[in-house]
């Protein structure tokens, strides 16, 4: 597509609940990097995929955030037994090869946790 | 450790005239980057200009100027002849060569409102 595109748009869940968002970054784009953006705040860096490797998982808060990128195209992150401090914007961005100048972002996802 | 600090929570400008957007930053690798995002109300993050670390020259782009002075460590964002559009939140960003990853470090941010 001609940008990335992040689903849903919105998401409210209940604490304790499973949640799935989806990262669909431009066609080709080897480098895939997930951000969570508290409110007032700016991005902070989660998990960043070359192709399908996760090459850099530092920034994950704990072991209920996880991330795929099987196929090398489509990433999901993954928040299990969701919390009230899980609630934030989640921005994926893309890039042709990583340290190529700016990379695009989505418009992420915002996710509500009640 | 690797820091960018913002030290405007909020700024207004007048429509048609310049405004500057303060940036600092806090960093031990000589390779680096820095980046000037803007993020409307629709939420994405839009890259507007970028400076390398070893660019002797300041960057440009169209209206937007990357005041760049290595010594004092400042990415100050200029933007002349502002836009009722220009109106939005605007990042300074640091990404180092050094851990591979080539990561974004963001600030906190600079709210910029532009005034009819």
Known sequence: GAGVSQSPRYKVAKRGQDVALRCDPISGHVSLFWYQQALGQGPEFLTYFQNEAQLDKSGLPSDRFFAERPEGSVSTLKIQRTQQEDSAVYLCASSLARGAGGYTFGSGTRLTVV | ?116
């Open chain 2, 1 to 116: 450790a690797q820091k960018i600090t913002q030290t405007q929570p909020g700024m207004f400008v007048q429509e048609k005239e310049a405004v500057t957007l303060d940036c600092t930053y806090d960093t031990s690798d000589q390779s680096y980057g820095l980046f000037w995002y803007k993020q409307p109300s629709s939420g994405e993050m839009i890259f507007l200009i970028y400076q390398g670390s070893y660019d002797e020259q300041n960057a440009t782009e169209g209206r937007y100027s990357l005041n760049f002075q290595k010594a004092r460590k400042s990415a100050n964002l200029v933007i002349s002849a502002s836009q009722l559009g220009d109106s939005a939140m605007y990042f300074c960003a640091m990404r180092e060569g050094g851990s591979g990853t080539y990561k974004y470090i963001f600030g906190t941010g600079t709210r910029l409102k532009v005034l009819a």
